[in-house]
């Protein structure tokens, strides 16, 4: 069966650094997949090449079995791939709501003619992104908040607000960089419960994490980079007992 995703031998350099090394993955669909790997292993470099952020040297992205690897970033967005980033990048002094609108514009037919007369039709327009913003919020749990401003928002739910936000785009894809970095046990919970359920609203997830207790309790699929190169991939059992796993993880624990 043809994947979602397929990476095929994605090289990238930087100078004379090569951030990824013939690297190939492939992402089934209706899965969580996993990447993970010590810090510089190229995991959120391969989130950047699929989104159009960087463009490898050498290899091809392919989605949906059409080759995106020379896409613009928000191309690669209207064809169905969204994401989150390592650093939560809201727009603080926004309300929730709006911050998740912003979402939405991937999808906006509206142009600059549009925007200024304010036609019945792009009133139309607006009401349709309201509403998905507003589901968007209800998935992830902060639907009553949709009038806060986001820099008020408590740390774990600024995260989840950047989920909601990658959701309004209306994603087959969801990237979610390290989405539980700085979470407490009790907000990780929510949040391993929350991708479980965007999963069942047929939408493939593909996620970076360090937290293995996360990786390794939620994902059907893993695959391991060490400096730039694939090492291993399979299920979390596979991965437990992988030696050359262990080892590129020296000193971490992996459960």
């Known amino acids: 069966m043809p ?3 397929e990476l095929d031998n994605i090289t990238i350099s930087f100078g004379g650094l090569t951030a990824l090394n013939r690297v190939s993955l492939r992402v089934e669909e209706g899965k969580i997949n996993s990447l993970i790997g010590p810090n510089g292993a190229g995991k959120s470099t391969i989130f950047n090449v699929i989104t159009g952020i960087y463009r490898p040297t050498d290899g091809r992205v ?3 079995g059409k080759d995106i690897t020379r896409e613009k970033p928000y191309l690669i967005t209207a064809l169905g791939i ?4 390592q650093n939560i990048r809201l727009f603080k002094n926004l309300t929730v709501l709006d911050n998740v609108k912003i979402g939405c514009h991937s999808c906006s037919r ?3 003619f549009g925007a200024i007369t304010r036609l019945g039709g792009v009133k139309r327009e607006e009401r349709e992104i309201t509403a998905r913003a507003q589901r968007a919020l209800e998935i992830v749990g902060l639907a009553s ?3 806060e401003l986001a820099k008020n928002l408590p740390y774990g739910e600024q995260r989840r607000l950047e989920i909601a936000r990658a959701l309004a785009a209306s994603p087959r894809l969801l990237l979610l960089d390290e989405p539980a970095a700085g979470m407490n046990p009790q907000e990780k919970q929510t949040l391993m419960e929350m991708v479980q359920h965007i999963r069942e609203m047929n939408i493939t997830i593909m996620l970076v994490e360090h937290d293995m207790s996360f990786v390794m309790n939620l994902s059907d ?3 391991v980079l060490n400096y730039g190169e694939k090492i291993a991939g399979g299920t ?3 991965i437990r007992q992988n030696p050359r796993v262990i080892e590129a993880y020296l000193g971490n624990e992996i459960e």
């Open 3 to 5: 994947a979602l995703l």
């Open 62 to 64: 392919i989605f949906q």
């Open 82 to 85: 969204a994401r989150t980033f």
């Open 110 to 112: 509206a142009g600059l």
């Open 145 to 147: 908040k949709g009038d």
């Open 221 to 223: 699929h893993v695959d």
């Open 236 to 238: 979390p059992a596979e």
